[in-house]
């Protein structure tokens, strides 16, 4: 057993072996599929776990960056129980073999649990665990405290480090390589490629040239799709096969449907202009985007289904086991609900759902816009809940009109005289009516909006103040059929933030 003197020598010893443990196992997913890889798996297993406050906090904290910001929190819990392990095999060695068999155990019971899980599931923590303890085993014997035969303590020192910086890079590489490969196998972007789409029975309608307001710092009206914000679920991006891709309906249904890619592609398909938002996008957030789809409308397959009297929702799933509850009157009144294969007549982006993602106006994402879908399961309410649902969320989502200031930003410095105000709202499937901005506490004017395209699409809008020198606080507010946006401030949760966007400006 080494003495304390060892102790940061014990550490670098458990994040070599833990860099190990995460190379093999890598390595080893290659065979058994990306979500058995063990960072992949706890990760997802944590992203299930998640309560809804945190899921909130993530999302308009880090925005789309929040898988990245947990992969990185990940690696430092991870590394830091790795050095733990090694400070405590230095004092005993059963005790730093304990945790890392444990920590093997999490993540091959993490692995098991996963939707697309096989038989083999856990073999990746496993054997990563093995090769770890290995390495870890050999590392403790060779520090330099150890006991050892007589060499100088500057030569002991020296071989440790070169034994555990070359046990740690190989860990890396693995790693590295892993993912690498794993991504270059995975046939998903080679199939889309391939992929032509075909003209759609119903284009969408004609967008017109006023619908970009045409003020320096105001986003498009149109996202582009490597733009378009993306918040899932899922850490490993699904590689679906559009040619073994399938979508089974079924449930309160008088006849089950499985549709096929052949047959979704030969159908008659429609484009529509359609703006979807996430939930946790908070007041003046952006994790809102409108793109043109391409896609059966879901009417149409609920209709050859033919839902039974009780039912009132269907839920949809992922192929990464993911659900949502959306109401079934919204995929039947007669709005553009698609089961969607392209944005601006191009194929879905993987990342974005391809094959087959659902778009349906008027709902946040989390009850409407599954992607990578391959089951509508029509049911009701009061007999199944989904995913969200289950974490504190309201089981239906529909989307409240909001807008927000996206010129002058919240702390520009502007001079006197006339200043532009302009930015964007939004009212799915209801139309936003107006938009009307206010300057401190004064009263409200109407500001000028940009042409319409459509009611489920957002709207563009622009006013000029004549600004006098001072410090001022502007606020916006924006209206639909039914009336003004609530000015009440409210949180995402369970429903979608309320209240009016601010920016706080100097004119000089």
């Not at 945790?99 to 692995?111: E, F, Q």
């Not at 896609?295 to 039974?308: C, M, N």
Request: with cysteine; charged share 20%; hydrophobic share 45%.
């Amino acid at each position: 057993m080494a003495g304390r003197q060892d102790t940061g020598f014990a550490a670098l010893a458990g994040l070599a072996a833990g860099a190990v443990t995460l190379g093999v196992g890598s390595l080893v997913a290659l065979l058994t599929g990306p979500s058995t890889d063990p960072l992949v798996a706890v990760g997802s297993a944590f992203v299930d776990a998640t309560p809804a406050w945190l899921k909130d906090f993530a999302a308009s904290t880090f925005g789309t960056a929040d898988k990245v910001v947990l992969g990185i929190g990940e690696v430092v819990v991870l590394l830091a129980l790795a050095a733990l392990a090694g400070v405590l095999a230095a004092r005993r060695w059963a005790w730093g073999a304990t945790l890392v068999v444990v920590l093997g155990a999490v993540a091959g019971l993490a692995a098991m649990g996963r939707p697309d899980a096989g038989a083999l599931a856990a073999a990746p923590a496993v054997v990563g665990a093995i090769a770890g303890l290995l390495t870890l085993r050999e590392l403790i014997r060779r520090l330099p405290g150890a006991p050892q035969r007589p060499q100088p303590e500057g030569v002991r020192r020296r071989a440790f480090l070169q034994v555990t910086a070359a046990a740690g890079a190989l860990g890396v590489v693995g790693v590295v390589v892993g993912r690498a490969i794993g991504a270059g196998a995975r046939g998903a972007q080679t199939a889309r490629s391939a992929i032509r789409i075909p003209r759609p029975a119903t284009p969408a309608a004609a967008v017109p040239s006023g619908v970009d307001v045409g003020v320096d710092g105001v986003g498009p009206w149109q996202t582009p799709a490597d733009e378009f914000y993306r918040i899932d679920t899922a850490l490993v991006v699904p590689q679906v096969d559009p040619e073994t891709w399938s979508l089974r309906v079924h449930g309160m249904v008088e006849e089950e449907i499985t549709l096929t890619w052949a047959e979704l592609l030969d159908s008659e398909l429609v484009e529509a202009w359609v703006t979807l938002a996430c939930v946790s996008n908070p007041v003046g957030g952006d994790l809102i985007g409108n793109q043109k789809w391409l896609g059966l409308p879901i009417a149409d397959l609920l209709a050859r289904a033919r839902p039974t009297a009780d039912a009132d929702m269907v839920l949809s799933r992922s192929i990464d086991g993911f659900t949502a509850s959306t109401p079934l009157a919204a995929l039947t009144d007669g709005r553009d609900a698609l089961l969607a294969i392209a944005m601006d007549g191009e194929p879905l982006p993987v990342e974005h759902g391809f094959p087959v993602r659902m778009v349906v106006p008027g709902l946040y994402g989390y009850v409407s816009a599954t992607k990578w879908v391959t089951e509508l399961r029509v049911t009701r309410f009061a007999d199944v809940t989904a995913y969200w649902t289950d974490r504190g969320w309201s089981p239906e989502g529909p989307i409240k009109t909001q807008s927000r200031i996206e010129v002058p930003r919240p702390g520009a410095s502007v001079p006197a005289g006339p200043v532009v105000v302009a930015g964007t709202a939004w009212a799915q499937h209801r139309g936003v009516t107006g938009v009307q901005v206010r300057v401190e506490q004064g009263s409200w004017s109407d500001a000028t909006l940009a042409d319409e395209g459509g009611i489920d699409s957002w709207r563009q809008w622009s006013w000029t103040w004549d600004a006098e020198p001072g410090e001022y606080q502007l606020y916006v507010r924006a209206s639909d059929p039914q009336g003004y946006q609530t000015g009440a401030r409210a949180d995402v949760i369970p429903d979608g933030a309320t209240g009016y966007d601010t920016v706080r400006v100097t004119v000089t």
